[in-house]
Each structure stands twice: as structure tokens, then as C-alpha cells.
């Protein structure tokens, strides 16, 4: 278990959040968001407010964001409160705060999967447009499991990676016991087992509109005879997960089983292009390809890509780690991209925008020079986009915070 990390107590306001306030993030007019996300009906008036600080609620360090807004333009932040450290492995649930005022200000805390000693996170929330539920896919191992005694089958099937999903139809406030599909979301050969992190999509476009698209990642057994141990970071592998009937029954997408070693695809997001196509954004797991970010097509709703991943050279700034996308709604609105922009560490939280559907990516702003990690991003009106993601002054895990970027601050 990763020692613990130092606990913030207070928000150091820097240089960069200045700066930030003539930055500008042109957003097209709302529509139906490809995303699932709902632009919100009470914006709020603020720069940037601190939903989750390590240390606080009974929590040691909360990690792995995930953000969107709600039919009623509610804004839910969910994370991982890890209970006994900074580590990945443990007694870790999945928690969630709301907002009514557009990530201003936030409700107390509420447990939505309790670990009860073993680990439950990765959570992947999507609005389903057909009842305006919101669908929850999350992720569980036994507390004393750690992914790389997963990845190498040292784990029994009960205490490895598996699936669950809940709902909730109060809006945020409650959300139903979490329920197993794991026979359905996971292939026998699969080892490791990954929900996105961060929001998934709904489908607004074509035959598969209403269809529940939830971006993920596994790791797979060696071949039979090779000397490998499966622990390799070859045998990570990007898939999709699906369901066209509101969460109740799922089914796997593509899948990404290249397994040899040049583009290694792992954690994903996905974002509905204006097209109908689905553009997914992974992160590289030490390929020998050069870049740590990849990205692929999908013309059929994520049954199947159009080409295998290949590297996105306009985000070679990214190190190894999980990044966000989002399309924005509206006419000839851009696809963003979120992510720490120091290919050497994991630092630098910036915001990149497509207007070619993901084929390139400029960068608009750095939201500041702080260590910084994951993030998830969500269109808050026709004007503001918010970043939830995890930052600090010492190191990235301090708090999770969440930025409000307007074209008019």
C-alpha cells in the first residue's frame, strides 16, 4: 500500500487561476448532448471549488473523478474514497457529491458502493435518455487483491475484477444496490477489468440512438506456453460495453486485442462526433510506438472500429495517464480534450480542442503548473465547460477540484 499522502487543507490559489480568467473557451449553442450531458439550468458564479480534499469525511485520499449533469442540470461529482491509503488496492468505495449551482458549491457527501473492506471504484455514470436515469457502471476486487496479482491469475474469480451496475431516479440523491453483470461484461480469458474511468456516453444518432455506451479496458491470460505472466503491460487492451435497453442487459463492443506490445490501449473515454460516429481517446500503456495517447473510430455505435487504435501525435504533451474528452453540442462545436500536458510527470492540468473530429487536437489553456492526474469534463451551459481533476500543491492527490472555464469569466 502506497504511503499517505500529505492532507490540504487549504486551496493555494496561484498565478495560473488568474491568468485563467481571460482565457476562452468558445462553446457553440446547446443541443441534445452526444455526451449524456445535460447543460445545466443554474449555472453558477465562480471560478473553481474543491468537491473532494484527502483527509476530509473519513477518507485517507479520494482519486479517479467522474462528472455530469443531470436531466434537472444538476452537476454530480463522483471519485474513489480510499479508506486506508493513497493505493489502489483496499477497503475503497465509491462516494459522490452534488451541486445545484453548476460546481459552485456542494451537498455533503453520500456513499454510493460501499467497500466494506474491499474495493469498489472506477465509476462510469451516463443519463439514460429515455427515462432520465442515471446508470452507474462501476468496478470490485477483493481489498486484498492488487491488479498486478490479477493480471498474473493469482486471484480466484470471486475476489477478481467484476462488474456492477446501479441506478438512480431521485436525481443523485439515492442510487439502487449495485448489481452483478459481470457474465455478461467480461470474457473468461479477461484478467484485469476497467470501466472507463469517467462519464460514458448515451447515443443521439442513427439506429443506435438511446444506446448506453460505456468506454473500458481489461488485460488478458498469456497464450498458452508463453513464458509471460500476463502482468506485461502488452496484454492491456481497450473494449467498449453496451446496453440498448437502459443498463438492464449489457453486451461487449469491439474489442482492442492486438496484445503485442507497440500500442498498448487502457483506460478510454469516448465522445459521440456530430457525425454519429464514436471517437475513443486511450491512453498508451508504454508501447513502443512513441506517444502515450491513441485514438480509433467507430461508424456502428461501438460494435466494431473503423481501424485499430493509432498514436494522436497532436497530443504527444500527455504523459502515461488517464485524459477526458468531450464534444461539445451545437453547430460546428469542438471535441475537447483534457489532460496533464508534461510528457515527463504528471503535472500541468490543460484543455485541448479538435475541430476535425479528434484527428488533431490544439491546445487553449493550462489550467495551471500543479501537479495534476485524471480528470473528466462536463458542458455546463452554452458558455462554461467544467474539469474535474485531481491536483495539489506537494503532489496530485491532494484534492480533487473542479474548474469552471467560460468564455466570459
Not at 499522502?5 to 487561476?17: D, K, N, Q
Not at 501525435?313 to 475537447?336: E, H
Amino acid at each position: 500500500m502506497t504511503s499517505p499522502i500529505p492532507v490540504m487543507r487549504v486551496l493555494f490559489v496561484t498565478a495560473a487561476l488568474g491568468a485563467l480568467a481571460t482565457a476562452a473557451v468558445a462553446l457553440a449553442d446547446p443541443g441534445p448532448g452526444g455526451d449524456g450531458q445535460r447543460p445545466s439550468a443554474r449555472p453558477g458564479k465562480c471560478d473553481s471549488s474543491v468537491p473532494f480534499t484527502s483527509g476530509e469525511d473519513g477518507y485517507d485520499t479520494f482519486r479517479i473523478p467522474a462528472v455530469l449533469t443531470t436531466t434537472e442540470g444538476t452537476v454530480l461529482a463522483f471519485a474513489e474514497g480510499r479508506v486506508g491509503g493513497a493505493g489502489d488496492a483496499g477497503n475503497i468505495d465509491v462516494v459522490v457529491r452534488r451541486s445545484l449551482d453548476g460546481g459552485c458549491t456542494w451537498e455533503p457527501l453520500t456513499v454510493v458502493a460501499a467497500g466494506e473492506g474491499d474495493t469498489r471504484g472506477n465509476p462510469t455514470p451516463v443519463i439514460d435518455p429515455a427515462t432520465g436515469d442515471i446508470v452507474l457502471v462501476t468496478c470490485f476486487n477483493g481489498g486484498e487483491a492488487s491488479e498486478a496479482e490479477i493480471m498474473r491469475g493469482e486471484v480466484p474469480p470471486e475476489e477478481s475484477r467484476r462488474v456492477f451496475v446501479q441506478t438512480s431516479q431521485d436525481d443523485g440523491r439515492s442510487f439502487s444496490p449495485p448489481r452483478d453483470i459481470t457474465a455478461e461484461a467480461k470474457l473468461p480469458d479477461w484478467r484485469w477489468y476497467a470501466t472507463g474511468p469517467g462519464h460514458a456516453i448515451a447515443l443521439t444518432h442513427g439506429e443506435h440512438a438511446g444506446r448506453l455506451l460505456i468506454p473500458a479496458n481489461h488485460s488478458t491470460a498469456p497464450p498458452a506456453g508463453s513464458p509471460d505472466t500476463g502482468q506485461e503491460a502488452k496484454y492491456y487492451g481497450a473494449h467498449a460495453l453496451y446496453s440498448d435497453d437502459g443498463g438492464a442487459t449489457w453486451q461487449i463492443g469491439y474489442v482492442d486485442d492486438s496484445y503485442d506490445g507497440v500500442l498498448n490501449a487502457n483506460e478510454s473515454l469516448a465522445a459521440e462526433l456530430p457525425d454519429g460516429r464514436v471517437y475513443f481517446s486511450s491512453r498508451d500503456q508504454n508501447g513502443t510506438e512513441p506517444g502515450n495517447r491513441l485514438g480509433a473510430y467507430s461508424s456502428d455505435g461501438g460494435e466494431t472500429l473503423d481501424a485499430p487504435f493509432a498514436v494522436q501525435p497532436t497530443l504527444n504533451d500527455v504523459p502515461v495517464v488517464q485524459g477526458s474528452v468531450l464534444q461539445l453540442t451545437g453547430r460546428n462545436a469542438p471535441l475537447l480534450f483534457a489532460g496533464p500536458s508534461n510528457p515527463q510527470a504528471r503535472q500541468a492540468m490543460a484543455l485541448w480542442r479538435s475541430d476535425d473530429a479528434g484527428q488533431s487536437f490544439t491546445r487553449v489553456t493550462t489550467l495551471s503548473q500543479q501537479p495534476a492526474a485524471y480528470s473528466d469534463l462536463v458542458q455546463l451551459d452554452r458558455r462554461t465547460v467544467g474539469v474535474l481533476y485531481e491536483t495539489g500543491v506537494a503532489g496530485a492527490y491532494e484534492t480533487i477540484e473542479f474548474r469552471r472555464l467560460t468564455d466570459q469569466l
